[in-house]
């Protein structure tokens, strides 16, 4: 079992910056795979970003390019989201999810965390 945890959400003017992060625990050896997902009201999830564990690889959503990063720790098991450049558009609520697979695919990612909500104003 893994659970996964997100903290750093908030709220912030447009322009201004936030961190995510994700801290995976327990059998952590079953997943290679953190994927950043955000859930605006009345919008489907969709993926921000994600990272594999062994590889490095990191890969980012279009609207997203160029002022978020996705880093992890690979030690401590904990990964960010550095958010930058923070639009009114960017306001969701944020989840992590972790798995085995490097994909966009939801439903690979078996363990999600309980979001966290970022609002960004104009």
């Known amino acids: 079992q893994v659970q996964v945890a997100e903290s750093g959400g908030g709220s912030v003017q447009a322009g201004g910056s936030l961190r995510l992060s994700c801290a995976a625990s327990g059998f952590t050896s079953s997943i290679n795979c953190i994927g950043w997902f955000r859930q605006a009201p009345g919008k489907d999830r969709a993926g921000v970003a994600r990272i594999s564990f062994a590889s490095n690889r990191t890969y980012y959503t279009d609207s997203v390019k160029g002022r978020f990063t996705i880093s992890q720790d690979n030690v401590e098991k904990i990964v960010y989201l550095q958010m930058d450049s923070l639009k009114p558009e960017d306001t969701a609520t944020y989840y992590c999810?972790?798995?085995?697979?490097?994909?966009?695919?939801?439903?690979?990612?078996?363990?999600w965390g309980q979001g966290t909500q970022v609002t960004v104003s104009s």
């Open positions: 999810a972790a798995g085995k697979l490097y994909t966009w695919d939801q439903a690979d990612y078996r363990y």
